[in-house]
T-cell receptor, first 113, second 114 residues
Framework: KQEVTQIPAALSVPEGENLVLNCSFTDSAIYNLQWFRQDPGKGLTSLLL?????REQTSGRLNASLDKSSGRSTLYIAASQPGDSATYLCAVVATSGTYKYIFGTGTRLKVLA | EPEVTQTPSHQVTQMGQEVILRCVPISNHLYFYWYRQILGQKVEFLVS????????KSEIFDDQFSVERPDGSNFTLKIRSTKLEDSAMYFC????????????FGEGSWLTVV
């Protein structure tokens, strides 16, 4: 059964820092992995989607990498800003079973001005 | 860009009442989902639906829950007799295929049971 874990659970950094959020999954046989942002009480905003054949994806200050064999992904945020404060979720689709996302526990990020 | 739309955005209901949450998936999508997120907890899979039938349901999706695609555009989640613990954000999602395709999520429906 696929399980997704995110470390750290919470992170507080000063503005301008580069930071790394981690996601690990127990079953390396996945179709893709997606990173989402969630503001308090709001929906899921898709940030980056990495297909299983890809190593990384970039969008602006965000870079996500995927190491399928070790069951890990990282989300790198460069030059963090207070507006980046949110919960970041990763989710994977396993190749076994029904095609669906399994979500991680999330990292709650606070960027201090 | 096409999107998944959900209504209502927020609903408050009395315990024991029936609730229907509505979703309009992206028009050419074939696979549909409902997820739930209790406040402060992780997003949990409830049910997947394809070809007018349930593909998979989680242990959360008990007899109180049902899903339906009543016409060519809507996908609904019904909770027959709501309990306090059903209070959560409910997300609808859809995808065009099941081989690496992106799953798109709606904005969610906040359900508060009092």
């Amino acid at each position: 059964k696929q399980e997704v874990t995110q470390i750290p659970a919470a992170l507080s950094v000063p503005e301008g820092e580069n930071l790394v959020l981690n996601c690990s999954f127990t079953d390396s046989a996945i179709y893709n992995l997606q990173w989402f942002r969630q503001d308090p009480g709001k929906g899921l905003t898709s940030l980056l989607l990495i297909q299983s054949s890809q190593r990384e994806q970039t969008s602006g200050r965000l870079n996500a990498s995927l190491d399928k064999s070790s069951g890990r992904s990282t989300l790198y945020i460069a030059a963090s800003q207070p507006g980046d404060s949110a919960t970041y979720l990763c989710a994977v689709v396993a190749t076994s079973g029904t095609y669906k996302y399994i979500f991680g526990t999330g990292t709650r990020l606070k960027v201090l001005a | 860009e096409p999107e998944v739309t959900q209504t209502p955005s927020h609903q408050v209901t009395q315990m024991g009442q029936e609730v229907i949450l509505r979703c309009v998936p992206i028009s050419n999508h074939l696979y549909f989902y409902w997820y739930r997120q209790i406040l402060g907890q992780k997003v949990e899979f409830l049910v997947s639906f394809y070809n007018n039938e349930i593909s998979e349901k989680s242990e959360i999706f008990d007899d109180q829950f049902s899903v339906e695609r009543p016409d060519g555009s809507n996908f609904t989640l019904k909770i027959r007799s709501t309990k306090l613990e059903d209070s959560a954000m409910y997300f609808c999602a859809s995808t065009v295929g099941n081989s690496g395709n992106t799953i798109y999520f709606g904005e969610g429906s906040w359900l508060t049971v009092v």
